[in-house]
């Protein structure tokens, strides 16, 4: 809620109250958000695989990184880049930031939500042959994204521009990697 009045922001707004994310719904444990931006918001991993690993989620309920528009890929990518530099100056770390987008059992989708792990700078010097390796394991293509603003969200859509399955991942030094992950 906001304002003097007590109006909820446009972002917020979302009707059935189900999802984690929303930071409309009743279910959101808003005792782990952070910071909130304009279109973005901040928040500790409930499952968390360390303890500063944070996620960076859109306000308004997208499924995925693919279906972000510009401004908000924008104020997400000044999230990554304060992350960066804060695990860098005061842990002396780097990080993984890593998405996986894929339909549930129930066919509903989910709200998108980039991982965001702090790495040893060893760790973030083999996480590309890293990741490489265990999906080869698995039979699952991962592909070098070209450079660009948006990283692996330019091109996780599906042909059509359609919304498919996909893992991503990033570092601050190296291309953004994606495995598309075909439907059924």
Request: net charge neutral; glycine share 14%; hydrophobic share 40%.
């Amino acid at each position: 809620r906001g304002g003097a009045g007590g109006e909820v922001h446009p972002l917020m707004q979302r009707t059935d109250g189900q999802c984690w994310f929303c930071l409309s719904s009743p279910k959101v444990e808003k005792h782990l958000v952070v910071s909130v931006g304009d279109e973005v918001y901040l928040a500790l991993a409930k499952g968390q695989l360390l303890p500063e690993h944070v996620l960076i989620l859109p306000i308004a309920h997208v499924e995925s990184a693919a279906g972000l528009s510009d401004a908000v890929w924008a104020e997400v990518h000044r999230y990554k880049a304060a992350l960066v530099k804060c695990f860098s100056e005061a842990l002396g770390m780097g990080c993984l930031v890593y998405e996986r987008n894929v339909q549930s059992t129930t066919g509903a989708g989910g709200h998108c939500h980039l991982q965001v792990v702090p790495l040893t700078r060893e760790q973030e010097g083999r996480a590309a042959a890293h990741l490489g390796g265990f999906a080869a394991g698995r039979h699952c293509p991962l592909d070098k994204v070209p450079a660009s603003p948006g990283g692996w969200r330019s091109v996780a859509g599906g042909p059509g521009g359609e919304d498919v399955g996909f893992e991503g991942a990033s570092r601050p030094r190296g291309p953004p990697l994606l495995h598309r992950i075909a439907p059924g």
